[in-house]
């Protein structure tokens, strides 16, 4: 009786890895659709939980705020990461985020994420506004912005500019 339980193990074991396998598939096929670009965590492994939960807020709005392709968000999981990140790149005068247009890369600070989500939106897009002009200006990031975060209104005022309403 007891030859035959060890026996089995392999047995279970390899259930539990094509399991597991099934499970991993199933995701890699459906993570492309939320955006091109990459997040990669900055000081995660310290704070794994949390980071983790902000991780996912930004891959959610990405779904909607679509960064180029190939280009590269980091989220700082601590203030002292963020410390860092901010002082690699001449401190610009910021708390919450900057982007290094040439470097092709985002910063963002994590702790963006414990405020509401039109504030860490709005961050998002701001950020995205300053790449899509592919300048550093902050009215014309800040326009860009406006618009992606209100896709109808601002077709609708196009709209209205155009017939005269
Ligand atoms: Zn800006």
């Not at 708390?95 to 939106?121: C, D, H, M, W």
Request: hydrophobic residues 40%; aromatic residues 10%; positive net charge.
């Amino acid at each position: 009786m007891k030859h035959i339980s060890v026996s089995l193990w392999p047995l279970l074991f390899f259930l539990f890895a094509m399991n597991a396998w099934a499970t991993e598939t199933k995701v890699t096929s459906t993570a492309p659709v939320t955006s091109a670009a990459r997040v990669r965590l900055d000081g995660g492994f310290q704070n794994a939980p949390q980071c983790n939960l902000w991780r996912a807020a930004l891959q959610e709005e990405l779904k909607t705020l679509q960064y180029p392709p190939g280009w590269t968000i980091t989220v700082t999981c601590l203030r002292s990461y963020w410390d860092t990140a901010r002082r690699n790149a001449d401190s610009p005068r910021t708390n919450t985020a900057f982007s290094k247009l040439r470097g092709r890369t985002t910063v963002l600070n994590g702790e963006i994420f414990q405020q509401s989500r039109p504030f860490y939106r709005g961050i998002i897009a701001h950020e995205l506004g300053h790449i899509k002009c592919d300048c550093a200006d902050e009215a014309t990031a800040e326009r860009i912005a406006w618009e992606l975060q209100h896709p109808l209104e601002s077709k609708d005022s196009s709209e209205a500019a155009t017939t005269g309403k």
